[in-house]
């Protein structure tokens, strides 16, 4: 069992920053991948970021890649992402999730049978 904190969301100014962060309850924490999704108003949810159990391995969504970076720490059981020049589209819910599946799947199902979520903090974006 995993239960997923997310914190960090605010308001922040086209092309400004902000880090969002993941806190991990269980002790399992680190044999699971950890994804990043968002959800917009009116929109589906969409896959942002994962990265393997370990760490060493990170996946992006095109739109975010190079703006987004996605990290973790296992001996804090946390998991970050950092979001610099966000743009207003970035605007929405932010959720962190625990996918159980081998890394090779999370990346081709982009996260899409992830075990457990977190209740989602919210980014907003001004243009």
């Known amino acids: 069992q995993v239960q997923l904190v997310e914190s960090g969301g605010g308001l922040v100014q086209a092309g400004g920053s902000l880090r969002l962060s993941c806190a991990a309850s269980?002790?399992?924490?680190?044999?699971?991948?950890m994804v990043w999704f968002r959800q917009a108003p009116g929109k589906e949810r969409e896959f942002v970021a994962a990265?393997?159990?370990?760490?060493?391995?990170?996946y992006y969504a095109d739109s975010v890649k190079g703006r987004f970076t996605i990290s973790r720490d296992n001996a804090k059981n946390t998991v970050s992402l950092q979001m610099n020049s966000l743009k207003p589209e970035d605007t929405a819910v932010y959720y962190c999730?625990?996918?159980?599946?081998?890394?090779?799947?999370?990346?081709?199902?982009?996260?899409?049978?992830?075990?457990?979520w977190g209740q989602g903090t919210q980014v907003t974006v001004s243009s």
């Open positions: 999730a625990a996918d159980k599946a081998p890394w090779v799947d999370v990346t081709s199902t982009r996260g899409q049978h992830c075990d457990y």
């Open positions: 269980g002790r399992t924490f680190s044999s699971y991948a």
């Open positions: 990265i393997s159990w370990s760490g060493t391995m990170t």
